[in-house]
């Protein structure tokens, strides 16, 4: 920190001191705590007792002051001397095993990481061993110093995290530039803004075309004539927003390098207020003009007017009041359970259903205006013949889910018995439909598998809502199989199944199926309860006998389902970049893991060796499809189990990659974990020190099993995007797929460094 900075911090640390100490002018332990934000009582009780350097069992203003002013500004000797401190539990000088052992595991627990004890062995050896370095059984001071020598981002860090654990809230700076007024917005959002103007353009020109119409109806029939010409305009483009199959194939063809294609969701939602704000000022332009006709003598009531025929106004029996009531209130209705709270604040359901009212809002506008058919007849003619094809694909064949596996975090990993017939790109997306949940709802989801996967279809759905979360208790609650059970037997009486075990959850079509569409079982962690059983099952009247190992997590199933797709998102565009970055942020991760191995099979195609020697090397002509020279994949978790989701598919990526290549790996792969401490907090330099020694021994990460290292904390975006650039392997294009918010702040560093940013919309 600068000298004013420091004062500042200084004089806000007095100031928390003497809100928390009250009258008596000391912290105690609790209170400590408190201030601190320490989850474990340990690491809160080894500071407050160095803080508390009279030993009184509380801590003063002086004191605490001293201890900061050391860290803060102290010699690099006194800082080490204040870490040994924390490790040296009794005090004797030295820091023996159980106490770097105590000390790890309070640093597992603060980081919410979750090792076996073996593991928290290994870690205590392979840091005591490196660090006592006479093998005297005990790490001393100078030791201690020496080891840290190996780690010189240390010293920094433990400066840092002394400011970090006393400071103000920051204030965030506001730029005096609006971010849409900056060149380098105008320079990467090109397509978008010129297709912006020309909407406003559209609209402007049919506004005053609408009004001068009518000009000599007077001011209020202009203003709402005008908006009417507009809402025939916005009402049927924001069906042309929607028609996904006519967007994917447009992704294909060379208007996608002109028309924002990726924005289609964010313009549909666009329209969609517009078209409120332009009914709400027809609305009240009509009503006005009502109360001023009513004034009139010998004229219509304005209740009249308002609410009944017998004005006859409208083309259809007078009707044209009615129907305006009512499409106004139908929009509110939609606006309002389209919002983000009611979407993703597990009210997805209520969307859904709400929404569909735009087939009453339609049937209402040809009631309300003669000219509303002519601009609806193209996009509703395609999104009559979208929905049509779309149905009857979706029918076609019979999809059985075959296996599902229930993952941590309340994730259902879905196995699909794919028909040979269905086609997908990398990253596209599905609807689906398992009658047995919702008969009548469709929910879209990212494939996960590879296109090159010919038998199956997998699903990773993260249980956020309503539906996702009854599809996982489906599974999850012994009592639904079981009801799931007798329901098929009472419907296909020749099917018997006769179970050792109630909590199975099987149908003669999952053995009969499993034999066909033999894949690798995704073991995530490991399976409970299980058991082996043996199933008899009547196929065609002859008996089969089949054993097989089933647990709680797994289970083999053969329910109906419907899917409606696949569906094109920007993630198509991976495979014509040079250097491409995706980063997908917990369950984000759902259509890289697609893109992934569809990427390393090209690359495996690719890939050549040769026979007298180990060098390889790649043949860019064998897939004119894909130019990818450097893939960087980036994935963000909170938690340690969220790993476990796709530990299996990643492993057998950097199998695959097991040999280095002359210009460096193909694939890398950064792995971050936000609820571990960083290396810039005090409690965690020990243990990510024994991490990494321990990676190294062992050729593999502790928290995932990986080769690849995980990173505590969050991403430095500046850091990893300036290494990005410094590779200089072509234009880099970052595809992302996770929460809005972490979505803006890659995209304003993407801005930073000239990098084409692309974000899943569906």
């Known amino acids: 920190m600068s000298t004013d900075e420091d004062t500042k911090w200084l004089d806000w640390v007095t100031k928390q001191f003497e809100n928390i100490a009250g009258e008596d002018k000391e912290i105690d332990l609790q209170e400590f705590k408190t201030a601190l934000k320490v989850k474990e009582s340990f690491f809160a009780e ?13 801590i003063t203003l002086d004191e605490l002051m001293k201890a900061l002013n050391l860290l803060i500004h102290g010699s690099e000797a ?31 627990l603060e980081s919410a990481i979750s090792l076996p004890e073996e593991k928290l062995d290994d870690l205590t050896m392979v840091l005591f061993q490196s660090a006592d370095k006479d093998n005297s059984g005990s790490i001393t001071f100078q030791e ?73 109806l007077g001011g209020w029939i202009m203003l709402a004539k005008g908006c009417g010409q507009c809402l025939n305009f916005n009402c049927t483009f924001i069906v042309a927003l929607m028609l996904r199959r006519c967007l994917t194939w447009l992704r294909t063809t060379f208007v996608a390098h ?96 709400t929404h569909l009212s735009y087939i009453w809002i339609w049937i209402l506008l040809f009631l309300h205006t003669p000219k509303f058919w002519k601009w609806f007849l193209v996009p509703g003619l395609l999104f009559v013949l979208e929905k049509l094809f779309g ?19 309340k994730v259902t990993h879905l196995v699909i018995k794919r028909p040979p017939s269905f086609q997908y790109k990398p990253g596209d997306y599905i609807y689906l439909n398992i009658p047995a949940i919702a008969k009548y709802e ?19 759905i993260r249980s956020l809502g309503q539906w996702t979360n009854s599809l996982y208790d489906y599974f999850h609650l012994p009592e639904a199989a079981r009801k799931h059970e007798k329901k098929s037997l009472a419907q296909n009486p020749k099917n018997k199944i006769y179970q050792s075990q109630e909590h199975l959850f099987s149908s003669t079509g999952a053995i009969a199926s499993n034999a066909d569409a033999q894949i690798e079982l995704t073991s995530y962690r490991p399976q409970k309860n299980q058991v082996d059983e043996e199933v008899h099952v009547s196929l065609d009247g002859g008996e089969s006998t089949q054993s097989r190992e089933v647990n709680e997590n797994h289970i083999l199933c053969n329910i109906k389902c419907y899917i409606d797709g696949p569906y094109g998102t920007p993630s198509r565009r ?64 909170r938690d340690q189990k969220f790993f476990e ?40 330099i020990g243990l990510q020190m024994a991490l990494d020694l321990l990676a190294k021994k062992e050729e593999k990460d502790s928290i995932t099993g990986l080769k690849t290292r995980t990173q505590p904390g969050r991403p430095e975006w500046n850091k990893v995007f300036q290494k990005i650039e410094q590779e200089k392997k072509g234009k880099v294009q970052v595809f992302f797929c996770g929460s809005p918010a972490l979505a803006k702040v890659i995209k304003a560093h993407c801005e930073q460094f000239n990098f084409k940013f692309f974000k899943e919309n569906f």
């Open 46 to 58: 080894r500071f407050f007792a160095l803080f508390d350097s009279d030993g009184s069992g509380s």
């Open 78 to 108: 006194d800082k080490l001397h204040f870490l040994f401190q924390v490790y040296d539990v009794d005090g004797s000088g030295s820091i023996e095993p159980d106490e770097l052992r105590t000390v790890l595991k309070s640093c597992l």
């Open 144 to 216: 201690l110093k020496e080891e840290l020598e190996h780690f010189p981002e240390v010293m920094e860090n433990l400066t840092i995290s002394a400011a970090n654990w006393l400071k103000p809230p920051t204030v965030k700076k506001k730029n005096r530039t609006p971010r849409y007024l900056t060149p380098i917005y105008w320079h990467n959002n090109r397509s978008k803004v010129l297709f912006m103007c020309a909407y406003c353009c559209v609209n402007v020109l049919l506004f005053t075309l609408g009004a001068v119409y009518h000009s000599s």
């Open 258 to 353: 002109f028309l924002p294609l990726d924005q289609n969701i964010f313009l549909h939602e666009l329209v969609g207020y517009v078209i409120f704000i332009f009914t709400v000022v027809h609305t009240a332009a009509h009503v006005i003009n009502f109360i001023k006709k009513a004034i009139n003598p010998g004229s219509f009531t304005f209740w009249e007017y308002f609410l009944t025929l017998r004005p006859g106004i409208g083309w259809v029996y007078g009707s044209t009041s009615i129907t305006g009531i009512m499409l106004q209130l139908l929009i509110c209705l939609t606006l309002v359970c389209s919002s983000t709270f009611v979407r993703k604040g597990g009210h997805f359901e209520v969307f859904y259903w």
């Open 391 to 409: 149905l009857a694909a979706s029918r076609i064949g019979g999809l059985y889910i075959v296996e599902v596996n229930l993952l941590p975090s």
């Open 442 to 460: 469709w929910h879209p989801f990212t494939i996960s598998s590879a296109p090159e996967q010919a038998d199956t279809l997998w699903l990773h």
């Open 574 to 637: 991976i495979f014509t970049s040079d250097h491409a970055v995706l980063i997908g942020a917990g369950i984000g991760i759902t259509p890289f893991a697609s893109i992934l191995q569809s990427i390393m099979y090209r690359y495996r195609m690719r890939k050549q060796n040769c026979p007298s020697c180990s060098y390889s090397w790649c043949e860019p002509q064998k897939d004119s499809e894909m130019k990818l020279r450097k893939v960087d994949f980036i994935w963000i978790n």
């Open 645 to 684: 989701w796709f530990v299996s598919l990643l492993t057998k990526l950097e199998l695959d990659q097991a040999d280095e290549e002359p210009e460096g790996r193909f694939l890398e792969m950064h792995m971050y974990m936000t609820s571990a401490l960083s290396k810039n907090d005090m409690k965690a």
